[in-house]
């Protein structure tokens, strides 16, 4: 199975920030990675796919890099909307395995 | 717009079995590929299951395989997990999503239901 370790597990930032989140996976999966955002009680919205698209509807400050096992999503001039936890999942290969998440929390 | 709705969580006994099932509308269902994953309270996701467009083939993780069973019936826009032999372990929201892109296994999945909760405890 491929192993994809987010970092950091937490992070606090403040209105206005710039933040990465970074993923990387055990073996390459080229661009097949996808970038979820999840709030408390909600299902996870998808961000980002193929590693750099943007999904129809979300904000342009949302933005994504990467290929074969590093990859990152940046989110810039954070609203107070943006304070939620962030998921990566590689769909290179079944099983389909997400990272650990990320916390991103207001300081 | 997409719309998918599970039902049929509840609380079951350790052993026992139960039937999920996800409402599908606002997309031409048959062409895409659809899965169920999982988030135990308080922990992160799990991808659980995938079932191909025309129903002819699923994958599953290896925790659920032998155990639950992915369908799908496309003249009713309806996917149904078969769960059986429950464990405490499998306590978690379900919930179902689209594939990515049509008549493919590879895209990732776009859109989810809000989920249904399976408590396993007796």
């Known amino acids: 199975d491929i192993r994809m370790t987010q970092s950091p597990s937490s992070l606090s930032a403040s209105v206005g920030d710039r933040v990465t989140i970074t993923c990387r996976a055990s073996q390459g999966i080229r661009n097949d990675l996808g970038w979820y955002q999840q709030k408390p009680g909600k299902a996870p919205k998808r961000l980002i796919y193929?590693?750099?698209t943007l999904q129809s509807g979300v904000p342009s400050r949302f933005s994504g890099s990467g290929s074969g096992t590093e990859f990152t999503l940046t989110v810039s001039n954070l609203q107070p909307e943006d304070f939620a936890t962030y998921y990566c999942l590689q769909h290179n290969s079944y099983p389909f395995t997400f990272g650990q998440g990320t916390k991103l929390e207001i300081k | 717009q997409v719309q998918l709705v599970e039902s049929g969580g509840g609380v079951v006994q350790p052993g026992r079995s139960l039937r999920l099932s996800c409402a599908a509308s606002g997309f031409t269902f048959s062409i895409y590929g659809m899965h169920w994953v999982r988030q135990a309270p308080g922990k992160g996701l799990e991808w659980v299951a995938l079932?191909?467009?025309?129903?002819?083939?699923?994958y599953y993780a290896d925790s659920v395989k032998g155990r639950f069973t992915f369908s799908r019936d496309n003249s009713k826009n309806t996917l149904y997990l078969q769960m059986n032999s429950l464990r405490a372990e499998d306590t978690a929201r379900y919930y179902c999503a689209k594939g990515g892109a049509p008549w493919a296994d590879y895209g990732g999945f776009d859109y989810w239901g809000q989920g249904t909760l399976v408590t396993v405890s007796s």
């Open positions: 193929g590693a750099s």
């Open positions: 079932i191909s467009y025309d129903g002819s083939y699923e």
